[in-house]
C-alpha cells in the first residue's frame, strides 16, 4: 500500500495504546501513514490493536512496556527504532492512578500514580530524545487532563501529575528546542473502557454530559484527532503549550 497521509514516513510510539485514547490514536497515527509502536503492560490488547492496524493495510508493532521503569522505555525505543528505522512521533498516553484525599491515600498509590502519570513522561524523554535527533528530531505530545487545570476532591495524586505534565511539558520544549516540539493534550470527560471498567453507572455519564455545552462525551477520535494535528506539520509553530480538548466543560463558571 502506498504510504500516504499528513505524517507518512514517519514512526510513531504511544503508550498505553491497548485500549481507549491511546489505541485509537495508535490507529489514527497510522491511518495518516505514520508506522507504529503500540506499546502497553496488556502484551494480549497491545497485539491485538497492533495486528488490526497491520490487517487494515498499516505497519505496527507491539512492545510489552512498563513505561515506568527505565529499561523498559529504553527497550522500546530500541525496539521502535529497529523495526522502522527511525523515531519520530512519541506520545506518552499510558495512565494508572488511585484517588483518595492526603490522609486516606496509601503512599504506594501515590508513587504508582506520579510513576506512570509524571515519570514516565520524564523517561520517554530522557531516553527517547536522543534516538529522534538521530534522524533530525520530532514531536513528543504528553496526555493531561482538564485536571492539570482545575482540582477535584480526593483527587490528590492524579491532579498533582496531570499538573505536573504541564510544567514538565514547557521545560522540555524550551530545552529540546527546536528540532524536538513538545506540546500536551488535556481531555474532559473521554468515553473509553475505562468508564466500564469503574462501573461509572449511565446516570452519571448524563449527568457529566450535561456539564459540557457540547453536551456529549468526548471520544477517543475527539483526542487522536487533537494529537494527528499537533504533530503534523500544521503545527510546526507550536510548542511549548497544551490544547484543551473538553467541549467547553472549563468554559463554565457555574
Known amino acids: 500500500m502506498e504510504n500516504t497521509g499528513r505524517i507518512a514516513g514517519k514512526a510513531a510510539i504511544v503508550t498505553g495504546a491497548a485500549s481507549g485514547i491511546g489505541e485509537v490514536t495508535a490507529q489514527v497515527l497510522a491511518r495518516e501513514g505514520a508506522s507504529v509502536c503500540v506499546a502497553d503492560v496488556n ?3 497491545g497485539k491485538r490493536v497492533a495486528g ?19 529499561a523498559q522505555v529504553i527497550r522500546m525505543f530500541e525496539r521502535t527504532e529497529k523495526a522502522f528505522g527511525r523515531v519520530d512521533i512519541v506520545h ?26 509524571l515519570k514516565a513522561i520524564f523517561l520517554a524523554a530522557k531516553y527517547g530524545i536522543p534516538v529522534m535527533r538521530k534522524t533530525g528530531g520530532g514531536v513528543i505530545i504528553n ?7 482545575v482540582s477535584f476532591a480526593t483527587a490528590t495524586a492524579y491532579d498533582s501529575a496531570k499538573a505536573g505534565v504541564l510544567g514538565l511539558t514547557r521545560t522540555l520544549a524550551i530545552d529540546y528546542g527546536p528540532d524536538i516540539r513538545v506540546c500536551a493534550v488535556l481531555p474532559g470527560a473521554i468515553l473509553t473502557p475505562l468508564w466500564d471498567d469503574l462501573k461509572v453507572p449511565q446516570k452519571e455519564r448524563r449527568r457529566y454530559a450535561k456539564m459540557v455545552p457540547a453536551n456529549r462525551l468526548g471520544t477517543g477520535e475527539d483526542i487522536a484527532n487533537a494529537v494527528l ?6 503545527a510546526s509553530f507550536i510548542t511549548g503549550t497544551s490544547l484543551t480538548v473538553d467541549g467547553g466543560m472549563l468554559a463554565r463558571t457555574e
Do not use: C, M, Q
Open 43 to 45: 502484551a494480549e490488547a
Open 229 to 234: 494535528f499537533l504533530v503534523s506539520d500544521e
Open 143 to 149: 496526555t493531561g487532563s482538564v485536571h492539570s487545570l
Open 52 to 70: 488490526k492496524i497491520n490487517a487494515d493495510g498499516g505497519e505496527a508493532i507491539f512492545v510489552r512496556t512498563d513505561v515506568g521503569k527505565s
Open 92 to 117: 506518552n498516553n499510558a495512565i494508572w492512578f488511585r484517588h483518595g484525599s492526603a490522609t486516606e491515600l496509601d503512599e504506594k498509590d501515590w508513587d504508582g500514580t506520579l510513576n506512570i502519570g
